[in-house]
Nanobody
Framework: QVQLVESGGGLVQAGGSLRLSCAAS????????MGWYRQAPGKQRELVAV???????NYADSVKGRFTISRDNAKNTVYLQMNSLKPEDTAVYYC??????????????WGQGTQVTVSS
């Protein structure tokens, strides 16, 4: 089965940096858009950044200039470089990807989520 495996979350001080990684594995035919969402306690899950297979990126206004999304298509991996972190960035970050498996219809897949905590 197709799955997304995340790494890189943790506890950092305000102003610090983290790099999240998410690798897709399994019987994959192709991957279209990949992205990152986040959800803080009591809040709706929100889009952080997305990137197409061609490398076009889009960011939430709250992270523009601080976060950078990238991908390595050969590794089926998407990254999120987070700089100048703020306490309000604290959330569970979820990897997301629209994947066409070798068998079956394409759909969005979610990672398990990784906690990012930014202390003041």
């Amino acid at each position: 089965q197709v799955q997304l495996v995340e790494s890189g979350g943790g506890l950092v001080q305000a102003g610090g940096s983290l790099r999240l990684s998410c690798a897709a594995s399994g019987s994959i035919f192709s991957i279209n858009v990949m992205g990152w969402y986040r959800q803080a306690p009591g809040k709706q899950r929100e889009l952080v950044a997305v990137i197409t297979s061609g490398g076009s990126a889009n960011y939430a206004d709250s992270v523009k200039g601080r976060f950078t999304i990238s991908r390595d298509n050969a590794k089926n991996t998407v990254y999120l470089q987070m700089n100048s972190l703020k306490p309000e960035d604290t959330a569970v970050y979820y990897c997301n990807a629209h994947i066409h498996p070798l068998l079956g219809d394409s759909r969005y897949y979610w990672g398990q989520g990784t906690q990012v905590t930014v202390s003041s």
